[in-house]
Nanobody, 125 residues
Framework: QVQLVESGGGLVQPGGSLTLSCAVS????????IGWFRQAPGKKREGVSA????????WYGDSVKGRFTISRDNARSTFYLQMNNLKPEDTAVYFC??????????????????WGQGTQVTVSS
């Protein structure tokens, strides 16, 4: 059974940092496309960052390039999102997603079938 569990959200001041974790079970990270997505109130879920299966190619959304870093630890069955220089507009519920059949459109949440429960990130002074 595929399961994803996020942790690490919280309240942080502008300019601060947070690291989100997504612990997975029921599959090997290298066999699935994995990614981080976020959804702000009243907005559609959007792709933040993703890693392709097997070759590990990485994508970032334009708004987070240079500030966020995605990584994975296959041995720990966990992937991460390091978020630096956070801005109020980064406030959202962050979800980790995974799917073995995503081979394109890695940043499109509509192609992912497996999701974590979400973790709130609030950037405010």
């Amino acid at each position: 059974q595929v399961q994803l569990v996020e942790s690490g959200g919280g309240l942080v001041q502008p300019g601060g940092s947070l690291t989100l974790s997504c612990a997975v079970s029921g599959f090997s990270l290298g066999d699935y496309a994995i990614g981080w997505f976020r959804q702000a109130p009243g907005k559609k879920r959007e792709g933040v960052s993703a890693i392709s299966r097997r070759d590990g190619e990485i994508w970032y959304g334009d708004s987070v390039k240079g500030r966020f870093t995605i990584s994975r630890d296959n041995a720990r069955s966990t992937f991460y999102l390091q978020m630096n220089n956070l801005k109020p507009e980064d406030t959202a519920v962050y979800f980790c997603g995974a799917d073995p059949q995503v081979v394109n459109y890695y940043m499109d949440p509509d192609f992912y079938r497996y999701w974590g429960q979400g973790t709130q990130v609030t950037v405010s002074s």
